[in-house]
Structure formats: C-alpha cells, structure tokens
C-alpha cells in the first residue's frame, strides 16, 4: 500500500548530491592568475554570481541550489507527486475502502472525495509511471523532481507556455528547450491517444 | 499540489483498548484524528498509506492512557505560492470570484482578473469579455497562479490571479484563453 517513499528519499537526497557534486564548485578553484578562491557549498544564487565574477579563468558549471521550498521539503521527508500519481495512489485506496465499508468506524473524509477528483481531472491520470518516463529524460539537464512534477500537472501544450508558467526553468532554458518540447509532444499524444480510447468506450458502452 | 510524505504522531489510547487487537485499534484511531485535518505546515493529509512504525508504548502517570509514537506515511495536498493551479469556480460576485482546487479554496479579487473582463450581473453572473468570447461563471474551470496563502487552524485559504499570461479559462480544447 505504501508508496515508494523511501525510494523518494533516496531519489531526492541523490539528486541533491549529485547536482553539489556535478558542479565543481564545492572545492576551491585555483584560478590561473595563481589566486585561491573558495566556494561556498550550498550557498544562494545571487552569491554564487558574485564568487564567479571574482574567479578569473573559466568559469566552472554551478551547481543547482535547491529553492528554500524544495530544501525544507527535502528535510522533512517528503517526496513530490504528480497529480496522475496521487490519482492512482488515492483510486487505489477508495476501491480498499469499498471492501472495509461493513466498519462503521472507517469513513473516508470530504477531503479525500476533493482531493480524488482534483486529481483525477488529467486525462492520463492511468498512466503515470509512463509519464514519468516520459519527463525522467529532463532531469539530467538540471530539471529537478518538483519541476517535472509542475510540468506534468500543467497540462502544456508548448514550451513557451512552460516557461512562463514555470519561472525556474528559465535559468536552464538553451539546454532543455528541445527534450522538454520532445517531451510535451509525447505528452500531447498520450492524453490524445487516452481520450480517444474514453470516447471509445463510452460509444461502446452506449451501443 | 501533493506530496507523499512520512509524519510522526504521538497517539493516546484508553486502557480498554489494550489487547490482541491493539495495533489495529491504534491505526484505526490514528486514521479518524488524522485523515481529513489541515495544518499550516503540511496541508491537508488526504488519506494515510501506510504505517512505518509503532513504537513501544508508555503509560502515562495518573490517566492509564498509554502514549504510542506512531510514523505513518499520508498523501498531503498543500498548496504553495507561485503555484499554477486548475480550479473550479464556485461563486461570482462583485469582489471577484472564488474557486475550489481539491480542498482548498482560492480568491480572486476582480484586480487580478484581466480588465478587459467586467461583472455580468444576473441569474449566473459572471466576468466576460465584451465580446462574451470569454467566460468565468459558476463550475467553468480556470488556471490559476497562487499569489498568497493564508493557513488557520483548520483550512488553507490562497489568493490567486489570472491575470498573467497563460491564465484564464480553461476551453474544452485544453487551451486557456
């Protein structure tokens, strides 16, 4: 019944580690005027721009510093859904609940209905391990979990649409345009190809 | 939006729960206090998922109650500043219009709808353009950024815009106008 939580955990952890160590500016940097700099690790954008103006030479890949949301998120043990995720997670427990509802004692709150249908508005809200096959590729361009996971819910239809809506990504814009437009056009087959087989269905149910 | 996350909760039983079925009792308690609440820091915890441990318990001095620390996993739906969200209008009026996202519920003052939209007054009123192109009534559905969350006790009230680009109603062909 329990989720991959701890997977999660691993997944984000890694992912933070990765992203310090992927940048080579956790260590000093000599620069080739002979001079010392010091980074410092995990420090906030605006510093990381002052340190590479004081660094003379090349300037070295910055490593990705999480937002304060994603740290504290990170800290507390917690692990981003997507909506099609969240979808089948609480779908799953409404059919258990179906089952246990002889218990007069177990009620599932108005919360829970909300939630459920607020989550199940996506089209493809079956498919979410292949939706997030489809936007894993994102990642190693920076993309992080929380990202992937507001791209998903946006439902966009083109990239522009993206990076308006995300503001984040627009700092990673040159690298990641073509995958994530490759990707919102895998995205934009899926929900077309899940509709047509709803309208299907219902067509066959009516006949 | 949710989040899958492990939270910690130190349950309270009465001695007459105490017995072979101790552990489901617990669970069944923790299920009733905690499934449907709302708090500033995670939201709302939609269902529980799963339970990662029950510790031992301890009994407290003068009650007989026994303290069980309980770690249990939940689905938590919290909304967050800057956010795009899909909602769904419930009301209309002339300070703007209130929409619902899951179980919370967004504002938006007519300041942050687009000015070309004004108030039509009526037995569904509404905000449309002049032309009447575009909509926002009761039950349209509408895309949405969070520009302030507010958190009491029980609920998670937001205040929302669409008065940027890419917000506004959501046409049946998936496309905001």
Known sequence: ?207 | MFFHMILERNMHLHPRHFGRDLRDKLITKLMKDVEGTCNGRHGFIVAITGIESVDKGLVLDGSGYATFPVKYQCVVFRPFKGEIVEAVVSMVNKMGFFAEAGPVQIFISNHLIPDDMELQLGDMPNYSTSDGSVKIQKDCEVRLKIIGTRVDATEIFCIGTIKDDFLGVISDSGQTS
Do not use: W
């Open chain 1, 1 to 207: 019944m329990s989720e991959t939580g701890g997977q999660g955990f691993g997944n984000s952890k890694g992912g933070k580690s990765a992203h310090k160590s992927s940048g080579k500016d956790n260590g000093s940097a000599k620069s080739k005027g002979g001079r010392k700099v010091q980074f410092e690790s995990g420090g906030s954008g605006g510093k990381a721009g002052k340190e590479d103006k004081i660094a003379n030479g090349s300037r070295s890949p910055q490593a990705k510093v999480p937002s304060p949301l994603e740290r504290r998120l990170e800290q507390e043990n917690s692990e981003f859904l997507m909506d099609c995720e969240a979808a089948e997670i609480l779908q799953g427990i409404q059919e258990q609940m179906v089952m246990l509802s002889e218990d007069p004692n177990i009620k599932l709150p108005v919360s829970f209905d909300s939630g459920l249908s607020y989550a199940k508005r996506d089209s493809y809200c079956s498919k979410s391990q292949t939706v997030r096959k489809i936007l894993q590729p994102l990642q190693k361009y920076g993309v992080s979990n929380a990202e992937i996971c507001q791209i998903a819910n946006l439902r966009a239809e083109s990239v522009e649409e993206v990076f308006a809506l995300i503001p984040s990504l627009k700092a990673k814009e040159k690298k990641i345009k073509e995958p994530l437009r490759i990707a919102l056009g895998e995205l934009t087959n899926l929900r077309d190809a899940l509709d047509e087989l709803a309208r299907f269905k219902e067509s066959g149910a009516a006949v």
